[in-house]
């Protein structure tokens, strides 16, 4: 059994030029990870405990769990050294550590702490989703929104958590992705699904269609498409939707299937985050030999404009987001 931590040292033993902080970050996510599941695991408990944003019988606050994974996620980096700021869905602007060591960090790091968090209280799967960048500013200087304006396919690292009936770290460094599942009894995170593929073609779609009405004619054509017989494509396909972005991702990676959150008419650009929610389970997809895009251009070639810019999103099996382009480009 290989845990995460000898994970990264055999990865970066078979690259003696590295320095070692991209490896002493990726342990400090793990840290994080395993707090945060904790917490979730009690979340059940919080009707006993207390309302969120109330007091519990003991007196104390109780703390939204999406605050407090970005707290413990923010206090891990901050004590890895390596990061220099972060941007989160929790926090309007970005964070800049501005003393000690992590202010020479070289990196910045994007996350969305808990997506999917409304599902909490109904005991569905939630996620951390996260990305990594080389900060652009001079070390020495506090690190600027630029530093996070990046393209993703400037992404050094990327993957999510996901908080399920086990939890999971699934990450990659640009070399493939692979899975940890974390063993309760010993507390660590072990290797389960070493060099993941995500099938070529997928049975599975999943997108919102209470939606329908409001999406494009394109992405109505293609719903249509896959629920069509046809024994020779495997249609019609199976439609799974959970709306816990990391947990449609994950099945969909491991079985083969398309996730679409598309622009609709209220939301012309659709409603997931570009930089830490897009991007780093495009980087994770295609590393898996799936792909990702917005209905047109690859996800990670889109430059960001804003650190909660929106885009529409189809991610998973390299056929099914192909076919969906085609009907794309054929309904207006
Ligand atoms: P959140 O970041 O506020 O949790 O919202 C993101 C979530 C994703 O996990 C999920 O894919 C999507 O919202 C579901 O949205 P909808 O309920 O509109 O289908
Ligand atoms: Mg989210």
């Known amino acids: 059994m290989v845990t995460l931590n000898e994970f990264i040292i055999n990865r970066q033993a078979e690259h003696p030029e590295a320095r070692g902080d991209l490896s002493r970050l990726l342990h400090h996510i793990g840290v994080a990870a395993k707090i945060v599941n904790k917490k979730i695991n009690k979340a059940g408990l919080v009707d006993i405990l207390g309302e969120a944003g109330g007091i519990n019988v003991q007196g104390e606050d109780v703390q939204k769990l999406d605050v407090f994974a970005n707290d413990h996620f923010t206090a891990a980096l901050q004590a890895s050294g390596e990061v220099c700021a972060i941007a989160s869905e929790e926090n309007q602007e970005i964070v800049t550590f501005d003393e000690g060591l992590s202010r020479d960090g070289h990196y910045v790091f994007c996350m969305d702490p808990l997506d999917g968090s409304s599902n909490i209280e109904v005991n569905v799967s939630v996620g951390t989703i996260f990305s990594i960048y080389r900060r652009l500013s001079p070390e020495g200087e506090p690190a600027a929104l630029s530093d996070f304006l990046q393209p993703g396919t400037q992404q050094v690292a990327a993957g999510y958590v996901i908080y399920g009936s086990s939890t999971m770290l699934v990450y990659t460094t640009g070399n493939g992705v692979d899975g940890f599942t974390l063993d309760p009894g010993i507390g660590e995170f072990c290797l389960s699904h070493p060099g993941i593929r995500t099938p070529d073609a997928g049975r599975i779609y999943s997108i919102n269609e209470g939606n329908y009405v409001h999406f494009p004619m ?64 495009a980087f994770v997809a295609e590393q898996a030999g799936g792909s990702a895009t917005n209905g047109r251009i690859r996800t990670l070639q889109l430059t960001p404009e804003g650190l909660h810019q929106r885009v529409p999103f189809y991610v998973g099996s390299r056929n099914m987001v192909e076919k969906a382009h085609e009907f794309l480009n054929t309904y207006h």
Not at 232 to 243: D, K, M, N, V, W
Request: net charge positive.
């Open 218 to 281: 394109g992405v109505k054509q293609y719903i249509k498409y896959c629920q069509e017989i046809d024994p020779a494509s495997g249609r019609p396909y199976t439609s799974r939707y959970i709306g816990s972005l990391v947990s449609d991702f994950h099945r969909n990676l491991l079985q083969g299937g398309i996730f679409i959150y598309p622009e609709t008419q209220s939301a012309p650009k659709g409603k997931l985050r570009l930089i830490y929610e897009c991007n780093p389970v």
